[in-house]
């Protein structure tokens, strides 16, 4: 077995809208291709052997085994792959559970589509199933060491990519929301939210974490300095930089026991406390001036009493954790090394932050800190002792955390809040000593030892001991009030032909109302006017660059075909879904064979529209129209034919559509119509002799108004966008060249070639078409663009694009050729395939008052060629 290929969906898709992170592998059984399970000798053996939790997969059956009973029975290796690689992730901790396989046109080729948690590991997956099935075929077995080297690397790789316990938590809040999120690519940043309503976070900093705020609470003496000032009760203190100073700093803090740690650490790193003689000191030092960036020390006061974290959020505290060093609790037999062995084998505990808990190393600290109680990792405790391996009580050194939440006292509350208040602190951990926290500090000698800005929320999602607190919500109530938004309206299009002009005219009509508009097209990526990045940018990546511009205030998405294919959808749902039409078009690109299965892939846009948002659709094409009973959204049509019998029986429902009459695009509801302008009046309709920028209007304006667009917004748009170069290039745009025309435009598929001609045969003068196709198009295809060309244009020049997509130099034109004489063996045509010379042999030749219609490869030098040569006549 081969794989071929490998694509990542992140996003709604062809194969789910719910499940939108998928792995799609591109199959080759090769000699197993027409072997059922039940015809390979020993596989089911071998199968249910290596993987015995397969029994678990239900599959086509409604009970346990279903699937192991299909192998047994006879099932093909694509579908076992599928189920295979959605164990091995279970196995490695990532629950999932979607799977499609689906042959392709091409003998022995399988689609094995399977859900992933994390990336890294989903490819692996895939990789590994292939692997394991491989080796059962061949020789009948997988080991276990085979199988163990796979867990333990899916479990590496999903340990490196997994995001912080916060963050984590945050972004299911999020989604609990229905807020849309993203990881940004620089300093691990979460954004929340679309465009102009973005919010950022870095962890637990949010975009309301002031700098000085942050600052001040990375200065631990800083920060003491202001809150004793304020009257807060915190430790004595002072801050060295040598250890000729240490003496001195224990004499100023008012002698032993004392607590050193390094003026700018975290995490509980090189701190030491309870500190009672010159040899612990001078220990102790050394190891916070390591960890110190500056190499500077604070020596403070040791306070008796437990530590507490308390997490203060927009100004309120939310929850209160007591925090109990990384120990071990003697039974009576076992050593202090085993019975750490034995702790950290609790499946909670994991390495850094990738579980509720974290596993307890045994290093340098914790030895010494054993000494200091008096033990040794060889010691055996009695039943019940505690013996301590940290000094501190972080979570990340294998601490665990209480809740205390509901034991707080009153005045407590009140003084943590307002210590937040006095650093700035948006987001706040404060930790607190006390021995009671029932009690005001003040009475129980009590301080404030830090006040942590980015606190970790770990302690307080997945306490120990104790009710969990959701410590994200009060995140999410500051960053998104109730009722304030969290996403912009997002306009999606697509369709065989037509969609850049669609999404081009449909951000002109959004501009009028003032707000800025980000749209993706074939030709580049815009803001208002301005380009941000030129090229073919209608996938996911580029839809993402205006879903992260914080200036954007609504999206009108290009989406093509090959992004959905390749990638998924960049957004789960749109407030509005336009499909154009579905033609013959990249059929047998991507397993996409027949132009069912074409609509199928367009579909996906109509099924991501919103309750209540609006699909508008070509009633004029059968499938599209058919989409209808695929959205959940409101359905509007457009058509061309006031008269179409869909369209009738819709307006009769009280529906809303856009159509074509009297010359006029209209919007109707029910009985009611809203003419917008006359055909002959809109720029983009080249006079009302373009039919197919008729309909392209039509879906335009639909959109908008169906989007709250005022009217008369609509008319200004519709009047003010013109197929010019600087507004729509290389749609339908018509040069005046003294003596006859140039007309350029990017139609490379029949349909194009069709709705260009439809304009073309209005023209009184000569037709001369320059044409070409796209190489990985079917034979049929270019034949049917030279048999279209024939009946469209008095002369033929015949060129090739310089991308050849896999075909040999004059195979694409002699099909098209083979096409035009078919269709009329009398027709004059060339075949000139450099495309500069063509368009210069056609613009030299047209006689006067002719067309000359360019279909090129690269619009921008058709388009350079033309107007120097104005120029130049001129």
């Keep these: 077995m081969r794989i071929l290929k490998t694509q990542t969906l992140r996003g709604p898709n062809y194969w789910s809208i719910r499940r939108q992170k998928l792995i799609v592998m591109r199959l080759d059984l090769e000699d197993v291709a027409e072997k059922p399970s039940n015809e390979i000798p020993g596989f089911y053996e071998g199968l249910e052997k290596t993987l015995p939790s397969l029994y678990e997969h239900f599959c086509s059956r409604d009970h346990r085994g279903g699937f192991l009973e299909r192998v047994k029975e006879g099932t093909y290796l694509g579908h076992i792959i599928e189920h295979v690689a959605l164990e091995l992730q279970e196995l490695a901790g990532m629950p999932v559970g979607f799977g499609r396989t689906r042959q392709t046109s091409e003998p022995g080729v399988y689609n094995v589509v399977f859900e992933y948690v994390d990336e890294q590991t989903g490819r692996y997956a895939g990789r590994a199933a292939v692997r394991l099935c491989q080796s059962i075929i061949d020789t009948g077995i997988y080991s276990s060491a085979e199988l163990d080297q796979d867990l333990a690397d899916l479990r590496d790789l999903r340990s490196n990519t997994a995001l912080g316990p916060s963050t984590d938590a945050i972004i299911k809040e999020a989604e609990a929301r229905n807020i849309p999120w993203s990881i940004l690519s620089a300093r691990a940043m979460l954004q929340l939210g679309y465009g102009i309503y973005q919010k950022r976070l870095q962890a637990t ?180 002792e505690i013996a301590y391996l940290r000094a501190t009580a972080n979570l990340s050194t294998g601490g665990i955390a209480v809740d205390r939440t509901d034991d707080i006292h009153p005045e407590n509350i009140w003084l943590c809040q307002r210590v937040a208040k006095i650093i700035g602190l948006d987001i706040a951990g404060i930790d607190v000593v006390t021995p009671d926290i029932t009690k005001p500090l003040r009475e129980v000698d009590g301080v404030i030892v830090e006040v942590n800005a980015a606190p970790g929320f770990r302690m307080h999602v997945a306490p120990s001991v104790g009710l969990p607190r959701n410590v994200c919500a009060p995140v999410l109530d500051m960053l998104f009030p109730t009722g304030s938004p969290c996403r912009i309206p997002i306009v999606a299009i697509t369709g065989t032909n037509g969609k850049t002009t669609t999404t081009r005219l449909s951000a002109h009509i959004h501009r009028q109302s003032g707000k800025t508009v980000g749209f993706t097209t074939t030709d580049a990526i815009y803001i208002n006017e301005y380009v941000v990045e030129k090229g073919d940018n209608t996938g996911p990546q580029s839809a993402k660059v205006i879903l992260q511009d914080p200036t954007v205030e609504i999206a009108i998405l290009e989406t093509a075909r090959g992004g959905i294919l390749r990638a998924g959808i960049a957004f789960d749902h749109c407030e509005v879904g336009i499909i154009l039409n579905v033609a013959e078009d990249h059929l047998g690109l991507g397993d996409i064979d027949t132009i069912e299965q074409m609509a199928k892939v367009k579909s996906v846009i109509a099924e991501i529209v919103k309750e209540g948002g609006y699909t508008i659709l070509n009633a004029d094409d059968p499938l599209v129209a058919a989409m209808a009973k695929q959205t959940k959204g409101k359905v509007a049509y457009f058509s061309m034919n006031p008269d179409n019998p869909l369209l009738v029986d819709h307006l009769r429902r009280d529906g809303l559509a856009a159509i074509y009459e009297n010359g006029y695009l209209s919007i109707v509801e029910g009985e009611w119509t809203l003419r917008i302008e006359e055909a002959t009046k809109i720029p983009i309709t080249m006079g009302g002799k373009a039919p197919f920028m008729i309909a392209n209007a039509l879906a335009a304006c639909l959109g908008a ?148 219609v360019i279909f090129p490869e690269s619009v921008s030098s058709a388009i350079n060629l033309i107007t120097a040569r104005k120029s130049k006549d001129l």
């Design 205 to 384: 900093l949010t975009d309301y974490s002031g700098i000085l705020g942050v600052e001040l609470a990375c200065d631990k003496e800083g920060t003491k300095t202001i809150l004793r000032e304020s009257g807060i009760p915190v430790p004595r203190g002072t801050v060295i930089q040598y250890l000729d100073d240490l003496e001195e700093g224990i004499k100023e803090v008012g002698g032993y026991p004392i607590v050193v740690k390094p003026l700018d650490g975290n995490h509980g790193r090189g701190i030491t406390i309870d500190i009672n003689s010159w040899a612990e000191a001078e220990e102790a030092y050394d190891l916070a001036s390591t960890a110190s960036k500056t190499r500077s020390v604070i020596i403070e006061r040791y306070y008796k009493g437990s530590d507490h974290r308390v997490l203060v959020i927009n100004g309120k505290l939310v929850a209160v954790a007591e925090r109990i060093p990384a120990h071990v609790i003697g039974d009576g037999r076992s050593t202090i090394e085993e019975l750490i062995d034995i702790t950290n084998k609790d499946p909670n505990r994991g390495d850094g932050h990738d579980n509720v808990l974290t596993r307890i190393t045994i290093d340098r600290t914790a030895s010494v800190v054993l000494q200091r109680q008096g033990y040794s990792l060889t010691t055996v405790l009695e039943k019940g």
């Design 705 to 852: 108004f169906a989007q709250g667009v005022d009217i008369e917004m609509i008319r200004q748009g519709v009047r003010t966008f013109k197929p010019t170069v600087e507004q729509a290039p290389g749609r339908m745009n018509l040069f005046d060249l003294g003596g006859y025309h140039a007309l350029v435009d990017y139609a490379h598929n029949p349909a194009g070639y069709m709705a260009v001609g439809d304009f073309v045969r209005n023209w009184e003068g000569e037709k001369v078409g320059v044409i070409g196709g796209p190489g990985d198009r079917r034979d049929e295809d270019l034949i049917l663009l030279g048999q279209l060309s024939a009946q469209i244009f008095d002369y033929i020049i015949v060129k090739e694009d310089i991308d050849k997509r896999g075909r040999a130099e004059g195979e694409v034109a002699n099909l098209i050729i083979k096409g035009i004489t078919g269709q009329n063996p009398q027709k004059h045509y060339e075949m000139i395939l450099d495309e500069t010379k063509a368009l210069n042999f056609g613009l030299d030749k047209v006689k006067e008052g002719g067309l000359v």
